[in-house]
């Protein structure tokens, strides 16, 4: 428990982190990745190069810092750590290396003038502190998918079952448990882990649930990422037959139960989530527009699914954006999503709810627009597929 003289310090060091902290976080991780190659199949490499792990974690130690005294300001972001985490299979055998490699990156960055042995040991408090908090959080869900119908804990065995080609990138996996036995079904929204070898090295990553499950197989899609390791993988070598070890179902961002109008905006694979929301939300009869933003038609995934949903379900209304013209297939609009473009395919009232995913500055682009069109912030939610950051 953190003490007032070690609250005080924790506060005292925000200005630090606020214009260092993402030096101190990269300096962390090639320490520990260097240092403690066990833990590597946890991080995304790429997320690693392209800074955005250093920047997830400095935002989130910054929040933590800010809000020491009131924990429960952090909001969400607790319970988006939690999910991934289990998604990912962290264990409590984890945190202590996490926290001795912390404390050697605060100290080996801000220097020993002043990083005190004081600093260090409220750090040392702190960080205890949150790993208490993260742990005994994330047993409490792995404990509850064990114990769900259909659920289990760590690694289970999954066949690939067929694998369809949804666009030029995008490929959808259906999978089910070698096992033969139910699994636990998924909130619309939420992710699954995958574990798996490629070349002798371990590689866990998560992907979106693409459809609902019904207790007898998931189905992710995946878009061909340049120079991803898994995604080619995938792409390229998991066949028909193929086995892999999969981790139960997690993720917070999940569809709400709502008689407000819903709609769900994405871009390019960040369509991926809102297919299963959507497939949740139309035997309701509750009123959807669904936006979906691509490049060309030649990468648009899912529109012969969309509109055949549409044929069948009057609430439906969906809307298509190509950032380029394609005379192969019609799109709505061409160019890039506008705040006008918005307004006109948005519900006349602005009391709905809102789901958007896509990549970074699509999703910023999107929440300013939201707001400028009077649609309640509170109504509107999003999530990231890599690490979390600030949408600005």
């Known amino acids: ?70 924990l429960e300001q952090l909001g969400g972001l607790v319970g988006q750590i939690i999910n991934k985490h289990v998604a990912l299979q962290i264990l409590p055998e984890h945190y202590p290396i996490v926290g001795r490699c912390l404390l050697r990156a605060i100290e080996e960055v801000l220097g020993k003038d002043i990083a005190t042995a004081e600093v260090i040991d409220a750090w040392g408090a702190a960080y205890g502190q949150l790993a208490d908090i993260l742990i005994n959080a994330e047993e409490s869900l792995y404990k509850q998918k064990e114990e769900a119908d259909g659920g289990w804990r760590g690694t289970r065995e999954f066949r690939l079952a067929r694998r369809v080609e949804e666009s030029r990138e995008i490929v959808s996996f259906y999978f089910t448990p070698v096992d033969g036995k139910p699994v636990l079904k998924a909130e619309p929204g939420q992710y699954i882990g995958l574990r798996l070898m490629i070349d002798g090295v371990e590689h866990r990553r998560n992907y979106s649930l693409s459809a609902l499950c019904d207790g007898g197989e998931y189905r992710i899609s995946v878009k061909r990422e340049s120079g991803g390791t898994v995604s080619n993988y995938l792409h390229d070598h998991l066949m028909v037959g193929d086995t892999l070890q999969l981790f139960p179902p997690a993720g917070d961002f999940t569809l709400a139960a709502s008689d407000k109008p819903l709609v769900l905006i994405s871009g390019g694979v960040g369509i991926t989530p809102t297919l299963a929301m959507l497939e949740a939300a139309l035997p309701t009869g509750r009123p959807v527009h669904f936006i979906h933003c691509a490049r060309n038609g030649q990468v648009h995934a899912f529109r012969e699914w969309l509109d055949t949903q549409a044929a069948q379900h009057p609430q439906l209304k969906r809307f298509y954006c190509y950032a380029e013209a394609d005379d192969a297939a019609h799109a709505n609009a061409v160019g890039l999503l506008d705040q006008h473009l918005l307004g006109e395919w948005l519900p006349r009232e602005r009391d709905v709810d809102v789901y958007f995913l896509g990549p970074k500055p699509f999703m910023a682009a999107v929440k300013r627009q939201l707001l400028a069109l009077g649609v309640p912030e509170r109504q509107t939610r999003y999530e990231f597929f890599g690490p979390a950051a600030a949408l600005v």
């Open 1 to 70: 428990m953190l003490n007032a003289e070690q609250r005080a310090i924790i506060k005292a060091t925000v200005p630090l982190l606020e214009t260092g902290g993402e030096t101190l976080t990269t300096h962390f991780y090639q320490m520990m990745l260097n240092e403690y190659p066990e833990v590597r199949p946890l991080f995304n490499q790429a997320h690693q190069a392209s800074g955005d792990q250093p920047r997830a974690l400095a935002n989130g130690v910054l929040m933590y810092a800010r809000h020491i005294d009131q």
